[in-house]
């Protein structure tokens, strides 16, 4: 038996045990834990009272030492690193066999927590799985609560019974279970003696006629059919269909079996049983995408803005001159459907000089083109305005990948802006490259073969997304942090406090992801092409990620999509001028709150680029909050050189959670770089996870726009025509199965929990925490942070009401919040009472930055 007491008075002081008198009790343990909200004093370690050194030392001791083999309980606290060799199950056969991750130079891998399974009986090298998907051990303190758990399988079942389960085919329930409705509403209106059988029949009639008419969705979502669900229809309007509001039965048999090696035994048996209990009525959310118009995910220019403002804004890099090669290639190739015998003769090579620009200018506005993308090309080869999405890695293991319906290239996309800052991005060329073959271009000139290639675009950035992106670049790499940080930082140091809310939960939901989406034949191998390969490529990318690049600032230099800002005068930083904002306020009472600017490092490239816009926001006041925060505890260098926890904590994570990166960290023995290393982990777990995750049913959630894998290479182009285009594009995107099951998982990871803690916000919990001697000066700070937040929500909205921003919205009208902080909305009330409700369900919202990966 395990007791938490998170009462702030009452401890627990005797227990009763009634039992039968003729069954002995072997032992008893009894642990008596004091109430969680004790008054924490922090501590640097060098001052530590002395009767508190020793037990400082000694709790670190036991959260360090090396467990012996045998069960883990629930209630033990054990904190070790492992590789991840539990991904595969090699006794089902090689077909679940994977390569363990982590600890080879062929593979390396960031650390994971051990989870204390016993190895594998034929190999002693893998660790053998939970009995559970839900089942296993992880830290007391680590563990999301019992309501949390609850509400992401609810979450999982209704979504799979939304998107899965197939419509009915019987009479509605009006009918069936209210045999009389008709009668009923017909006698609301008109006495009961004034109508008779024949006039009730008649209007039977009349409303199975209306049924068999297209029926809109309440959600706004398209018009669909009744009376004859298999009238033939083109595959983007069966997509459309899946959203549609509908009454659905139970499974058909060949969905449960793929299922039923997919999703944990314990939620498919709760989406059984609840259609077998009574056919649901669903209804669901259109993805963002396509709720305002159908067809803008198509446009190039929207398809170019998602680089920028989608789900995956983080891959996209400005291409410099002197690797323009792609660019010119795409030029010269325009000239193909120009007039050949003008093109202009210039060696295409990365080294082009003045004169041959200034012949290339004189061609250009010599005449009328039937090309006018020529001269916007040309511009941005002499302004330098051209970028790529490269995913030309892809190329070494398409060989593995390709077969098996699966079929996929390794491309790279050409875009280029034209005009202003604020301009828009459009995509000129894609590159599309298989083994052993020359890369294909494809122009928007070549009309279907265009479209075809912006799907394989979209597919490769989906991968990269999914396994990169998201799952690396954020739950992975932060859990060794979290493991360090529990080992090397006692409870009392005030980076340990500062870190505790962006861990929430963290560990626990990448046991998870490992458990039912990255495990061998899960639902992320089965939904994107890269299949058994996938964390094989997230390893082989992960030998490119650096620390000291994850830095906001540092990563958009490094991907030349900001440069360093030459100051000619001081800007006031965020704090400053919400000072200012605040006493402007109160001289005229309801006067409109002003904005602020921030005193960034950097110039964006692109003014228009609205994640790297909010990001340097947000960044912002993480900085200025984590240096105001550490400057209460440390007064100089010395002190953070002197801080041997700290130093410790540095080293381990280096040498044992991220062991097989050697490159790319930094020395903390300044104020500075302690505040740089721990503002770029924040921003890790807030900022930079909720703009890769939250948006992902608004993007994703239309496969079309972010197919996960295609069945099709590009036909030659004599092969298709406009007779047979819808029947290529069903063949070559995901069969329905996926699709469906796609878009639940992004349903899934899309909402936000009801007991969601925002970026600026503490837990109820948390805010009965005292901190004795450093208490007001803090809770002061933590409170400018607080306003530093809310005044970005208002720069994000005013921002996003200048219809001139292109990127912020976009042709498919979708304003850009993934980084809205969302700190003003209300805390969650946790009273028992409120608690026993089950939290309303409310629509995807696509906003919000959590304080920590807690999904």
């Known amino acids: 038996m395990t007791l938490k007491n998170t009462l702030s008075k009452e401890n627990l002081r005797s227990i009763a045990v009634l039992g039968s008198p003729f069954v002995p009790l072997d032992y008893l343990l009894l642990f008596v834990f004091t109430a969680k909200t004790t008054r924490i004093q922090l501590y640097l370690p060098k001052e530590t009272p002395q009767g508190l050194v020793e037990l400082r030392k000694k709790e670190l001791q036991k959260l360090q030492a090396s467990r012996p083999k045998g069960e883990w309980h629930l209630w033990d606290r054990i904190y070790d690193y492992d590789v991840y060799n539990n991904l595969g199950d090699p006794k089902n056969g090689r077909l679940y066999d994977r390569p363990v991750l982590g600890g080879s130079t062929k ?115 398209p018009s669909r059919s009744v009376s004859d669900p298999s009238e033939e229809q083109d595959i983007f309007e069966d997509i459309i269909g899946f959203y549609a509001d509908k009454e659905v039965e139970e499974l058909d048999d060949s969905d449960k079996q793929r299922l039923e090696k997919l999703v944990p035994k314990e939620i498919l048996n709760q989406v059984v049983a609840t259609l077998a209990l009574k056919r649901q009525h669903v209804s669901a959310q259109l993805p963002s995408i396509v709720a305002e118009d159908k067809f803008a995910w198509a446009e190039d220019k929207e398809f170019g803005r998602q680089m920028l403002a989608g789900t995956n804004p983080v891959r996209i890099r400005h291409l410099k001159r002197e690797e323009l090669l792609p660019l010119y290639e795409v030029f010269y190739k325009m000239w193909d459907y120009e007039s050949p015998e003008d093109k202009p003769e210039v060696q295409l090579d990365n080294k082009i000089n003045q004169s041959q620009l200034q012949n290339l200018k004189k061609v250009l506005q010599g005449k009328k083109h039937k090309q006018p993308q020529l001269l916007d090309v040309y511009l941005a080869v002499v302004n330098e305005r051209a970028f790529i999405l490269d995913h030309h890695y892809l190329e070494q293991f398409l060989t593995m990948i390709n077969g098996k319906g699966v079929c996929a290239y390794a491309t790279r996309t050409i875009l280029i802006a034209t005009g202003s800052s604020s301009a828009t991005l459009q995509p000129v060329g894609i590159e599309l490259s298989l083994p052993g073959d020359s890369p294909r271009l494809v122009l928007p000139q070549d009309t279907l073969l265009w479209e075809f290639a912006k799907f394989h675009v979209a597919s490769n950035d989906a991968a990269y997304h999914q396994l990169v992106s998201h799952w690396l670049h954020t739950h992975a790499v932060v859990e060794p942090f979290i493991i360090a940080t529990r080992r090397r930082l006692s409870v009392m140091h005030p980076i340990h406090r500062l870190l505790d809310p962006h861990f929430k939960d963290t560990l626990h939901i990448n046991a998870l992801a490992r458990a039912i989406f990255l495990n061998a034949g899960g639902i992320l191998e089965t939904l994107l092409f890269t299949g058994e390969y996938s964390m094989e490529l997230s390893s082989h990318l992960y030998k490119e990620w650096r620390f000291d690049k994850q830095a906001l600032p540092e990563d958009l230099l490094e991907r030349g999509m900001a440069k360093l800002r030459v100051r000619d005068e001081v800007v006031s930083g965020p704090m400053e001028q919400v000072e200012r904002d605040k006493s402007s306020n109160k001289a005229a009472k309801g006067a409109e709150q002003k904005m602020f600017e921030v005193d960034a490092e950097v110039e964006l490239v692109l003014e228009d680029y609205p994640y790297a816009k909010d990001g340097i926001e947000i960044w912002t006041a993480i900085e200025t909050w984590v240096t105001e925060y550490c400057n209460v505890f440390y007064l100089n260098d010395n002190d953070v050189k002197e801080d041997e926890e700290i130093q410790e904590w540095w080293n381990e994570i280096k040498t044992r959670g991220h062991e097989d990166r050697k490159e790319g960290w930094y020395d903390i023995n300044t104020f500075e770089s302690l505040v740089k290393a721990l503002t770029t982990l924040i921003w890790i777990t807030s900022g930079l996870h909720a703009a890769v995750n939250f948006g992902q049913y608004g993007y994703g959630g239309w496969p079309p726009n972010r197919p996960m894998l295609l069945r099709k290479f590009l036909p030659n182009e004599e092969d298709i025509n406009e007779e047979n285009i819808l029947k290529f594009v069903e063949e070559m995107l995901p069969d329905k199965f996926q699709m469906k099951l796609a878009i639940a998982v992004m349903d899934l990871l899309s909402r936000h929990t009801s007991n969601e803690v925002y970026l600026g916000q503490t837990s109820p919990q948390k805010e009965r925490q005292l901190i004795e001697d450093h208490e007001s000066i803090i809770q002061k700070k933590f409170k400018e942070f607080r306003e530093n937040l809310e005044a970005i929500e208002r720069n994000i909205k005013e921002r996003n009401k200048e219809y001139n921003l292109m990127n912020r919205w976009g042709f498919a009208k979708i304003p850009y919040k993934l980084l809205y902080p969302d700190t003003s909305k209300p805390m969650p009330p946790i009273s028992k009472e409120k608690r026993k409700h ?18």
């Open 107 to 221: 593979f390396p891998y960031p650390r994971r927590l051990k989870m204390g399974h016993p190895n594998c009986q034929h190999d002693h090298s893998r660790e053998s799985g939970p009995a559970s998907c839900f089942q296993f051990y992880v830290p007391p303190d680590e563990r999301m609560s019992d309501e949390k758990l609850q509400e992401l399988k609810n979450n999982f079942v209704e979504a799979l019974i939304r998107f899965l389960a197939p419509e009915s085919t019987l009479p509605h329930l009006s009918d069936r279970e209210c045999p009389d409705f008709v009668t009923k509403v017909a006698h609301f209106f008109v006495p009961k003696a004034a109508i008779s059988k024949k006039d009730v029949r008649f209007i039977r009639s009349i409303i199975d006629f209306c049924r068999k008419l297209k029926l809109p969705s309440s959600h706004g979502g």
């Open 838 to 855: 089950q939290p309303e369900k409310k629509d995807i919202n696509e906003r919000g930055i959590p304080n920590s990966i807690s999904i």
